[in-house]
């Protein structure tokens, strides 16, 4: 069984840019989450995605959006970049969304604001 | 709301020496509890988890931690640690809200295995 997978690895840009970042769920996952990994900040929640919707987002800016397409996978697009926005970005899977299911992390991309 | 408090930061431990993590949590409603990992340039793993029964959890890698409800914990622990077990460690919590999973982690504790 695939992993989630994340794409790129490592994206580099500069101050105002806009940045996209690709993630593609375990298979038969319908459950999306975005996380952003700052240094010292811990897991902060950003977004969550299940059967095509945004069912909740957390404590960001309306720069940070996503969306889910048919097959799950996932997409986050983050504008107007901040160099402050530089940090880990963290995907997840769930089977069904419900609470006793553990999410399934990707590696991760690594974003850098210049 | 739920919350997740891990107190400690960072651990350093002695390679073969046992290790515990602390983690509590605070919820109006009955939770689900999970320890994940993460190590370095890697997203997390799934240590253990507690959905319910028995109170003592065994996961992977020799870790256990055991489910306090009157103390609202959920520690971690390993009786030998190895150079291996260096990593972050993160507790969460995640429950059924309006239908949807809801999800929320610690802050995390980094382990620091010593030779």
């Known amino acids: 069984e695939a992993g989630v997978t994340q794409s790129p690895t490592h994206l580099i840009k500069t101050r105002g840019q806009q940045a996209t970042l690709r993630c593609s769920p375990i298979?038969?996952?319908?459950?999306v989450y975005w996380y952003q990994q700052a240094l010292g900040l811990g897991l902060q929640f950003l977004l969550w995605y299940d059967e095509g919707e945004e069912r909740n987002r957390g404590n960001f800016p309306p720069r940070f959006s996503g969306r889910q397409f048919p097959n799950y996978s996932s997409e986050l697009n983050v504008n107007a970049l901040e160099l402050e926005d530089s940090a880990l970005y963290l995907c997840?899977?769930?089977?069904?969304?419900?609470?006793?299911?553990?999410?399934?992390f990707g590696n991760g991309t690594r974003l850098t604001v210049t | 709301a739920q919350s997740v408090t891990q107190l400690d930061s960072q651990v350093p431990v002695f390679e073969e020496a046992p290790v515990e993590l602390r983690c509590n949590y605070s919820s109006s409603v009955s939770v689900y509890l999970f320890w994940y990992v993460q190590y370095p340039n890697q997203g997390l793993q799934l240590l253990l988890k507690?959905?319910?029964?028995?109170?003592l959890v065994k996961g992977i890698n020799g870790f256990e931690a055991e489910f306090n409800k009157s103390q609202t914990s959920f520690h971690l622990r390993k009786p030998s640690v190895h150079i291996s077990d260096t990593a972050e460690y993160f507790c969460a919590v995640s429950l059924n809200s309006g239908g949807y999973q809801k999800v929320t982690f610690g802050t995390g504790t980094k382990l620091q295995v010593i030779p």
């Open positions: 507690y959905l319910s029964g028995s109170t």
């Open positions: 298979s038969g996952h319908t459950s």
């Open positions: 997840a899977s769930s089977p069904y969304g419900q609470g006793n299911s553990p999410l399934h």
